[in-house]
């Protein structure tokens, strides 16, 4: 099977790789160079930036970041979707992350599938260490694993020492899988904030939205299980402010993405502007870009 790797642009469009000026990506094959250079290169402290969509499902996708070569730089999706994006054996658009930001990203229709027996896989990033990630998602994940183990999740798989804030699952399906959202390493718990999981059908799972997670704040979960027990939260301490309750849906808020209820604490009337709203959001923190 043909991966991007050997279909990679010879460099990217233009940029320096600093926060001022990030190396730009335009192209499906300039996504694939990062990819095809992460294996032999971490990346720590270098900017990236996605400018526009890019259609990734002609061939396979290897990951960003492979083996002990962790991804350390930063990256921004510009909230640019990334589309079919297919894996094989593979652990995630990232397989491993560490020191690392990660941002506005979108995956759209991705499907993983593992043959093997495996740890560590997910639809953002499959292992992310000591990093932040935030105002992410990823919609329509079918994500397979042939036998089911711990750390496989429909955002970001083994997680320790990391941030995850603004990110939602959504409209998907994810088999022998153990956790949705993300699923801490015990000893080195994350912090999440602000995310959900929405319409997202388990089969066979073991724990459902977070699991070991140490400060869970405003985050949610609606899916449909078969074959397990129905658990929201499994070994995690969530803060004052969580609230696993109800979500709306409005084309003129966050970009038509799910926003909490519990965030608008402006009257619902018709005189409410979505200026006064967006204004309101991001008072509490939510990303209105």
């Known amino acids: 099977m043909d991966t991007w790797d050997n279909h990679a642009a010879s460099a990217y469009a233009g940029g320096a790789g600093i926060s001022s000026n990030p190396y730009k990506i335009q192209t499906a094959q300039q996504l694939a160079l990062l990819s095809k250079q992460s294996k032999t290169n971490s990346f720590s402290g270098v900017y990236f930036s996605l400018e526009q969509p890019v259609d990734m499902s002609q061939y396979l996708w290897t990951g960003i970041g492979f083996g002990g070569i962790q991804f350390a730089g ?4 510009g909230y640019n979707s990334i589309f079919g994006i297919k894996i094989y054996n593979n652990n995630g658009f990232f397989n491993a ?3 690392a930001t990660i941002e506005k990203v979108i995956l ?17 990033c499959g292992a992310t260490n000591n990093s932040t990630i935030s105002n992410c ?7 397979y694993v ?3 183990d711990d750390f496989i999740c429909g955002l970001v798989g083994y997680t320790a020492l990391s941030t995850v804030t603004n990110c939602i699952v959504m409209n998907s399906t994810l088999e022998n899988a153990s956790c949705i959202l993300a699923q801490d390493e015990e000893d080195f718990p994350s912090r999440i904030n602000n995310s959900s999981a929405i319409n997202v059908v388990g089969k066979n799972n073991d724990y459902f939205s977070l699991h070991n997670c140490s400060n869970i704040t405003s985050s949610f979960g609606e899916f449909y299980i078969f074959g397990s027990n129905k658990k929201a939260l499994s070994k995690s301490i969530y803060g004052s402010n969580s609230d696993f309750g109800d979500w709306m849906y409005s084309s003129t808020l966050n970009r038509g993405y799910p926003v ?30």
């Open 74 to 77: 930063n990256f921004n999706g």
């Open 260 to 289: 909490q209820k519990s965030f608008l604490t402006i009257s619902s009337s018709s005189t409410q502007t979505s200026a006064q709203v967006y204004s309101h959001l991001v008072s509490k923190g939510f990303s209105a870009a």
């Open 108 to 124: 759209k229709d991705e499907i993983i599938y593992w043959s093997t027996d495996v740890n560590g896989v997910a639809g953002l």
């Open 137 to 143: 998602i990823v919609d329509n994940l079918d994500l």
């Open 97 to 99: 992350v560490k020191n």
């Open 146 to 148: 042939t036998n089911r």
